[in-house]
């Protein structure tokens, strides 16, 4: 799988290189209307409302063009440091990915819009260490996400269900599902892979977790075993629908295929699409821990970045963008479409759920935890994807796929720590 996703980014790479420009030159050009370039195709109509608000607004207008392929899109991202082919913003991820572009003097530095943003109350302080490198900020949240359990409302009624107060409670749940002939879970052996190890690694010991993304701790350590070992005991029980099914997650949920499907508070946005009322079709819950020792609840937290190049075709235009995306005017508009909580305190969530653990996580009611996906160093994490993957299909290898991951680790922090 490794080597079919270098070869993916090799393809796109040539296939643009083999492009012609966009007209942006070598000398900056002032522009009314940005290209956008994201890995979220099927948000494309909500960036074009967007763009229709930014146009009323500021005057620059935005165009989305979306990716489904992440391997594809950020090859894409990467070309377009080598040719004429540029963005004027594009979406990315934090962590070691950000970090990479930006050592690279690929990233254009925001730190005046952050500096900005935080003394007008439209970004949190405890959002910029997300962003920083080097002791400047690059790029904006486009998104913010807090992870947890969305789940079939109707189906938990039908069996008299409620979300959990403690991981007994989910797993004595789960039983109480597959013994009716319902699948609980959903999980799959793509892309999302990582989910429930960053979940029951979190939920368990979430210091460990936070080791393994520094190089202080090994994948073959006893506490990750026995969390491997934990996952394969949930997978042994059956909890959990064929990783390999194509369903969309969304779909999933609405058509009952398995009736809790944990992802980021974003993936609201899929039900909505769908049609389907909060509350009443569905619910959002915190997971529980796995230890209930823990003082704390481990939330995994994500945040979304909205960048520019360091070259961008119009640098001027593209700072005024990401200046008014985390305005309260642009975010509440960017919730209110999506169905989705905020970077920006000032925006109130509509929906309940949402809305409390938007509110309680700010509280310091929870443990933020990073996202594996950006926590983890970029060949760290695909090694890890491709076990993982491995791993829900063949349970009995973990101790292979943690084998393998580690290899890679040690590869990687022998030059990085």
Not at 173 to 184: C, D, E, Y
Request: hydrophobic share 40%; charged share 25%; with cysteine.
């Amino acid at each position: 799988m490794i080597r079919s996703r270098m070869a993916a980014l090799g393809v796109a790479a040539l296939l643009l290189a083999a492009c012609g420009g966009n007209g942006a030159g070598t000398q900056p050009r002032k522009k009314s209307e940005l290209t956008l370039y994201n890995d979220k195709g099927a948000w494309t109509r909500f960036f074009d409302e967007m763009g229709a608000l930014s146009k009323q607004r500021i005057g620059l207008g935005m165009k989305p063009t979306g990716y489904t392929d992440s391997a594809q899109y950020q090859a894409f991202i990467k070309a377009s440091f080598r040719t004429d082919v540029k963005p004027d913003l594009f979406t990315w991820q934090t962590g070691g990915m950000l970090a990479e572009i930006v050592k690279q003097r690929q990233v254009a530095d925001t730190t005046d819009i952050w500096q900005e943003a935080i003394k007008a109350g439209d970004l949190s302080q405890d959002l910029a260490p997300y962003y920083t490198i080097g002791g400047r900020q690059y790029c904006v949240p486009m998104n913010v996400a807090y992870w947890g359990m969305f789940y079939n409302k109707k189906i938990f009624d039908r069996h008299g269900l409620r979300p959990p107060a403690t991981w007994d409670d989910l797993v004595r749940a789960a039983a109480t599902l597959k013994n009716a002939g319902v699948t609980p879970f959903y999980h799959t052996s793509v892309l999302f892979s990582f989910v429930w190890f960053e979940q029951l690694m979190a939920g368990t010991d979430p210091d460990l977790y936070d080791r393994l993304s520094t190089g202080k701790a090994k994948y073959t350590d006893p506490g990750v075993v026995q969390v491997m070992e934990k996952w394969k005991e949930l997978i042994d029980a059956g909890y959990f629908m064929n990783p390999g099914d194509k369903t969309d997650p969304g779909d999933v949920m609405k058509n009952g295929k398995a009736a809790m499907v944990s992802f980021g508070t974003w993936f609201n946005t899929s039900m909505t699409q769908r049609d389907l009322r909060a509350g009443a079709d569905y619910g959002f819950f915190v997971i529980p821990n796995v230890n209930p020792a823990l003082p704390k609840t481990s939330v995994i937290f994500e945040s979304g970045p909205l960048c520019s190049l360091a070259k961008a075709p119009d640098p001027a235009a593209s700072a005024k963008y990401l200046k008014w995306w985390t305005t309260a005017e642009a975010q509440e508009k960017w919730a209110t479409t999506r169905g989705d909580v905020s970077a920006n305190p000032k925006v109130t969530i509509e929906d309940e759920a949402l809305g409390r653990i938007t509110k309680e996580a700010g509280s310091g009611k929870y443990r933020l935890v990073n996202r594996y996906f950006e926590a983890t160093p970029p060949p760290v994490l695909t090694a890890a994807l491709d076990g993982f993957g491995k791993f829900v299909t063949e349970p009995g290898a973990y101790r292979e796929v943690l084998e393998t991951i580690q290899k890679e680790a040690d590869e990687y922090w022998s030059t990085h720590q």
